[in-house]
């Protein structure tokens, strides 16, 4: 199974950036677990602060993939563009959220992309990229059985 995690703008300094909401330890350390913990899928990562960065990745990989876990950062309260590219492409992206964006401010409350990813999980701190990627890992299991 391939899987590739998106992470948008800012993401890029987790572990510096207010540790008090998004917790102290970088993304690369945090995708090593992730990697020894689902050694028989192949997890690859993508992190950019430019809107058409992210939407170009999401083109490219959302044909070839069995899913992708997204957290689009701020984007994800402002781009219809990356809203435009999730509807356009085949495989499931599931929203993330480190932090329970329903307890911040209320500009964060709405999404753009929830309504055409196949779900959301925010709030669980890090562990919300593993909540992603074994909702993804069951509805594989699911495909997989249905043939
Ligand atoms: C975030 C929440 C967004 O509101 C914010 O702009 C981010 C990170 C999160 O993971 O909690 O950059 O997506």
Do not use: W
């Amino acid at each position: 199974m391939n899987i590739i995690i998106i992470n948008g703008p800012n993401l890029n300094l987790l572990g510096k950036r207010e540790p008090g909401i998004y917790g102290s330890q970088s993304f690369e350390d945090y995708l090593e677990e992730l990697q020894e913990r689902f050694p028989d899928v192949t997890i690859s990562y993508y992190q950019s602060n430019i809107e058409g960065e992210l939407i170009n990745t999401i083109q490219e990989t959302g044909f070839i993939c069995d899913g992708i876990v997204l957290n689009a950062g701020a984007y994800t309260h402002t781009s219809v563009a990356i809203a435009d590219a999730i509807r356009a492409i085949k495989c499931p992206v599931v929203e993330v959220h480190i932090s329970n964006v329903h307890k911040r401010e209320e500009f964060r409350h709405h999404s753009y992309l929830s309504p055409v990813c196949l779900g959301v999980i925010a709030g669980f701190g890090m562990d919300s990229y593993r909540l992603a990627i074994e909702s993804l890992i069951g509805l594989n299991k699911e495909k997989e059985d249905e043939h």
